[in-house]
């Protein structure tokens, strides 16, 4: 028999370390309304931080070319084990995130991921298998939070003034959902890519489209330009087309400079055939609006978007005709976001098409005209004052 004073003891079971929480230190930290009960709005809490408990996990954003860098709150019978040391994860893409305390056990524990994010704008599911040093399992051994990958930090100085500024979970969402499959980091290319998705703009209110949002306009409180990406086949006005864009950028940290500008001519200056541009949120009052009084009638000068007769009458702008066609619609102006990025300008014209200068934008009026009002919003044409054409005029 041995004897019992010399006998060796049995190893005890093996340790169980416990996360107790995951905060993302690389995380924008700008994410709000994870519950998504504020609509399109820029509203609500900031997601939760840290950014995993056992309670539940939240979504984070990230830039591209960026490591993941997480700091481990453990269980406090946890907090200085020698197995904590060496804990480690695995994800997704070859991505392993470990400390480099050079097996020092530290508090709070900081692990680095071994590569960037990849420079890709993306949303993916971060699945982190976790292990420790020695026998040790940790609990729970995997964990996983939705990822967003971003060009670069959201732009988010303009919230005060911009309805389309502030980053929602909704929005971030729908900006990844809509710029990811372009796959493409050229910032002209993303801003073509979005525009293609309203190749014509619309003055006619829908009845499609929720009463709150305002359409065409989506001049609203309700996240301005934003639900428009829920009513993509009703499209909006021009402005409103520019104002998503520039949302979309800001929302993705795109780089490039943008300004809202607006193109009109007037019957004052070149006999309409000059193209006059500003900025719009530097004068909001912008455009074309000039008045004349003939035979006792008030006339008002409108660029129009389709050809129209002298003397003809016509229905308020874009309404439905016997033919099945729109009547022509009559404009102020029209809508750019001027974008410069790598030493290239261009024009995005809401629904009109690209150009590399401002004066060709005039062309995507078929006209500039003198017209008095009409029954129900109707509108006669007294005068055609200029016809241009894409590229030129006419």
């Not at 946890?78 to 508090?107: C, F, K, N, T, W």
């Not at 298998?129 to 990958?149: K, Q």
């Amino acid at each position: 028999m041995a004897d019992p004073t010399t006998e060796s003891p049995q190893p005890d079971a093996a340790e169980t370390i416990a996360l107790h929480s995951i905060e993302f230190r690389s995380d924008h930290g700008l994410l709000k309304d994870c519950n998504q009960e504020s609509g399109w709005r820029n509203e609500g809490p900031l997601c939760p931080r840290p950014e995993w408990t056992p309670g539940g996990a939240v979504p984070l954003s990230i830039s591209m070319g960026r490591h993941i860098v997480v700091r481990l709150a453990l269980a406090q019978r946890d907090a200085y084990s020698a197995a904590a040391a060496e804990i480690r994860a695995v994800g997704p893409g070859g991505i392993v995130l470990e400390s480099r305390g050079g097996g020092a056990v530290a508090r709070p524990l900081d692990l680095f991921s071994s590569r960037q994010i990849g420079r890709k704008i993306q949303k993916f599911n971060l699945a982190l298998s976790w292990s420790a040093g020695g026998e040790a399992t940790v609990s729970p051994a995997r964990t996983s939070n939705v990822v967003y990958v971003t060009m670069g930090r959201p732009q988010t100085d303009r919230q005060d003034v911009w309805q389309e500024d502030g980053v929602t979970l909704k929005r971030m969402d729908r900006a990844v959902s809509w710029i990811a499959p372009m796959d493409t980091l050229h910032p002209h290319e993303i801003v073509e890519g979005v525009m293609a998705r309203f190749p014509t703009y619309t003055l006619l209110p829908s009845p499609r489209v929720p009463r709150k949002y305002h359409h065409p306009t989506y001049m609203n409180d309700e996240g301005g330009a934003w639900p428009m990406t829920d009513h993509v086949e009703e499209s909006g006005e021009c402005q409103a087309i520019v104002r998503l864009l520039r949302g979309m950028l800001r929302q993705l940290g795109i780089p490039g400079r943008t300004r809202m500008i607006v193109v009109w001519g007037d019957p004052n200056v070149g006999g309409g055939r000059r193209t006059l541009s500003a900025d719009v949120e530097q004068n909001p009052w912008a455009g074309l609006d000039v008045t004349k009084v003939e035979g006792g009638r008030v006339w008002r000068a409108a660029l129009v978007d389709g050809p129209v007769e002298v003397g003809r009458t016509y229905p308020a702008s874009h309404t439905r005709m016997p033919d099945g066609t729109l009547s022509p619609g009559l404009n102020r102006y029209e809508a750019c976001l001027e974008f410069s990025h790598g030493g290239v300008t261009r024009y995005y014209a809401g629904g009109a098409g690209v150009f590399d200068s401002v004066e060709p934008i005039l062309g995507v009026f078929w006209g500039l005209i003198w017209f008095s009002s009409a029954p129900d919003d109707g509108y006669r044409v007294e005068q055609i004052v200029a016809t241009y054409r894409n590229g030129g005029w006419g």
